[in-house]
């Protein structure tokens, strides 16, 4: 079974890290970790010019995900989520609360988000004053689509809850610093940017990601995660990682490389529905007439189904790209489709 299910990457990580962990000593691994990750929170710090205390470190994004209902809310709050997005974004706010409120962005815009979308937003805000955190997802799990600086900004300036910005594929987009939310943490102390090894820099299985924002966000997170959250061997990775930007640009150029060959052959079949102008490693994808999920895993090839992803029209599956090898072999079996 061919794997185009899985988000996270198919290349190998940094070979600083290969090399870290083939030389690696056993007092490593009986050595209690630095809870803090302060030597991490410096280098993240130095490389994103801001200040060590406006980050912490966890045991990956979805540690932070779990953690924020239980920080900031309480029963009678509501949250607003953008759909589709990345379903635990809705799922993790249920044990805190039944008020999950949603925006839809429309397949007929390639669910990008338009300055309407924040219009609406800030409508709901104003008339629900129970919002306590808005949800948000750029690029976007499953679209690849992104949010605008701008528009991050306009909510920012008529909410006073907590922002939070999985930004966990942002390294995809090259030159990334007029997308990203990072820079205006600085100016907003309403906006968490989350962040993570685990997709362009090929370090899932290590279980490490970070949040950048205020201080009195990072201290009230902080205090919710677990002490020991991630590991020693995971904090040496992460910071190999980070300084070899050299081979992250390489991958990064592989895979938009692998991506425009397979929607080049993608797209001259006209039964073919791509759904956005992805950024990222994701493509989501439908047929007009059959179950597009059910005929490629019948051909062997295992896809997202978006079924059950609010928000998300019927029919459409989620490929995460592969190898140019793999990609092709996808090719060829959507190639027969009429």
């Avoid at 600086?149 to 990334?176: C, H, P, T």
């Avoid at 990601?209 to 590991?231: C, D, E, H, P, Q």
């Amino acid at each position: 079974m061919l794997d185009f299910y899985s988000a996270e990457g198919f290349l190998p990580p940094s070979p600083l890290v290969l090399k870290y962990l083939s030389s690696l000593s056993w007092k490593k691994i009986t050595a209690l970790p630095d809870h803090g990750s302060s030597i991490l929170r410096k280098k993240l710090a130095k490389f994103y010019k801001i200040h060590e205390e406006n980050i912490c470190v966890s045991g990956g994004i979805s540690e932070i995900i779990n953690v924020l209902p239980r920080v900031f809310l309480n029963k009678q709050d509501a949250v607003l989520v953008f759909s589709p997005s990345y379903e635990p974004l809705f799922s993790t706010n249920k044990f805190s609360t039944k008020k999950i409120l949603s925006i839809n962005l429309k397949e007929e815009e390639n669910f990008e988000w338009q300055q309407k979308t924040t219009d609406d937003a800030v409508l709901l805000i104003n008339k629900r004053k129970d919002i306590k955190i808005i949800w948000l997802c750029s690029p976007n799990n499953p679209t690849g689509a992104v949010v605008s600086q701008k528009e991050i900004g306009r909510l920012a300036r008529n909410f006073k809850g907590l922002i939070v910005v999985d930004e966990a594929y942002m390294e995809y987009i090259d030159n990334n610093q007029n997308i990203s939310a990072v820079p205006l943490v600085k100016k907003y102390k309403n906006i968490f940017v989350l962040r993570t090894f685990s997709k362009l820099y090929n370090c899932a299985g290590l279980r490490i990601g970070y949040g950048i924002g205020n201080t009195r966000i990072i201290s009230a997170v902080s205090k919710f995660l677990l002490y020991y959250g991630t590991s020693g061997i995971a904090q040496d990775c992460a910071q190999l990682a980070l300084k070899d930007q050299k081979y992250l640009r390489g991958c990064r150029k592989e895979i938009y490389n692998n991506k425009k060959a397979l929607l080049k052959k993608i797209k001259k079949n006209l039964s073919l529905r791509v759904g956005s102008d992805s950024k990222t490693n994701l493509i989501v994808l439908k047929h007009k007439k059959i179950d597009l999920y059910n005929f490629l895993k019948n051909k062997g090839i295992l896809t997202k189904s978006l079924s059950k992803t609010p928000g998300m029209p019927g029919g459409y599956v989620r490929i995460g790209l592969r190898d140019r090898k793999s990609n092709a072999k996808l090719a060829y079996v959507l190639g027969d489709l009429k």
